[in-house]
């Protein structure tokens, strides 16, 4: 009888503390708006630190479109992933969502890699696209990386760990696409690296030191 | 599907601050949540544990609840989530942890077998009603309830901080009530 007064004690607590909320836009609607602003800014660094010397010819091999189009294609499908997985009502299969478009990016990288892996145009300045490249990469990745959280963290997702790989694997997508339409440097696997990287290193850190079982970075419930 | 309706729309109305629908909700999912955490296979006190962690979720979460889809499955995701939380932290402190039992806790020695701890929990009771409304509160949510301070935020609407600030403040006037006993 004590616990079930409890209960009730509980329920008049949270009734006394009811505050009107705004419900939550479906994650479809939340999707289109980082997937809008992912697109903005890609265009944005392409038009400010110039498009690939060898484009043209680029966009004309099936293996370098694929890539293209897997890269940002797993952006879009791991940014609705990320904002749906940790709803309640959603299954986790929507873990599932970004696989198929992230093994194309990964098929058309790696064959591109293969067919082209001499192919560096004669004299490219290889070191220097190589530093103009890590800043792409810091300049796609990090802004891109603040919104999502934010939005993640207003969702306050029940699966904080599965969010927050996805919410990296949509990032390293779209910042993949903006260095494979600036840089001749393929930096797939330093993007993944480092996306994906860092989530396992703050996932870690965060096990270590004990919060991550409250997803304390991404506002997740919890004891 | 009467019931499932009603719990939307409650819900909704819920979501826009209106508290008597609220009331009336969490009133009228709580033995459904009840039989939810029995099925999980809790059982005892820790039925109505499981239950109030859903509800604090439920209600930490209530932004998330889509007024277009049906409110059932999404309240049974909390649940789930909350129930599958709660047997892992058993099966974490069973597998490191032994309960005890009456043979355990009586001691040797005279002072152990006191029962006199029932009276310092009442006079402990006694004190804490004395406090002041705000330090109570805090006190009632952080240390009876063990809630988390966030938990113990949302629901007080008092900010982290501030919680802290009133039970660190409680405790000092609870010792100095305690020690004049």
Redesign the interface.
């Known amino acids: 009888m004590r616990?079930?007064t409890?209960?009730d004690h509980?329920?008049?607590?949270?009734?006394?503390?009811?505050?009107?909320?705004?419900?939550?836009a479906?994650p479809a609607v939340r999707a289109t708006r980082l997937i809008v602003l992912a697109t903005v800014l890609i265009t944005l660094l392409a038009a400010a630190r110039g498009l690939r010397a060898d484009l043209d010819q680029r966009l004309v091999e099936p293996d370098f479109v694929v890539a293209l189009l897997g890269s940002w294609l797993t952006g879009v499908t791991g940014t609705l992933a990320a904002l749906s997985i940790g709803?309640?009502?959603?299954s986790r299969r929507w873990f599932l969502l970004p696989l198929p478009a992230f093994l194309v990016w990964v098929w058309g990288v790696g064959a591109g890699c293969l067919g082209h892996w001499v192919a560096i145009p004669t004299g490219a300045p290889i070191v220097a696209d190589s530093v103009r490249c890590l800043e792409t990469l810091v300049m796609a990745s990090v802004p891109l990386a603040l919104v999502l959280w934010r939005m993640l963290r207003r969702?306050?997702p029940?699966?904080a760990a599965n969010t927050a790989w996805l919410g990296a694997l949509a990032v390293a997508g779209f910042a993949d696409t903006a260095h494979l339409l600036i840089h001749v440097v393929d930096p797939t696997a330093l993007v993944l690296v480092m996306n994906l990287g860092v989530t396992g290193l703050i996932l870690v850190g965060c096990g270590i030191v004990g919060s991550w079982r409250?997803g304390r970075l991404l506002g997740s419930?919890?004891? | 599907m009467a019931e499932e309706s009603d719990w939307s729309a409650l819900m909704v109305r819920a979501q826009g601050g209106d508290a008597a629908a609220y009331r009336q909700l969490l009133g009228a999912v709580t033995p459904y949540l009840r039989a939810l955490a029995h099925r999980a296979g809790l059982d005892g006190p820790e039925i109505e544990d499981g239950v109030q962690d859903i509800l604090l979720t439920l209600h930490m979460i209530r932004h998330t609840y889509d007024p277009t889809r049906p409110f059932a499955p999404w309240l049974v995701g909390v649940a789930q989530h909350r129930l599958t939380d709660r047997l892992r932290r058993r099966g974490r402190q069973g597998a490191r942890e032994m309960p005890l039992t009456e043979e355990h806790e009586t001691f040797a020695h005279d002072e152990t077998n006191h029962h006199e701890e029932r009276s310092d929990s009442r006079r402990l009771r006694g004190a804490i009603e004395t406090l002041p409304a705000g330090q109570r509160q805090a006190i009632e949510l952080l240390r009876l309830r063990e809630l988390s301070l966030r938990e113990a935020s949302a629901i007080s609407g008092q900010s982290e901080t501030a919680l802290k600030v009133a039970a660190h403040r409680a405790i000092k006037r609870l010792r100095t009530l305690l020690e004049g006993l």
């Open positions: 616990a079930m409890t209960t509980l329920i008049e607590s949270l009734v006394d503390h009811l505050a009107p909320v705004q419900p939550l479906p709803l309640p009502d959603r969702s306050r029940l699966r409250g419930p919890g004891r």
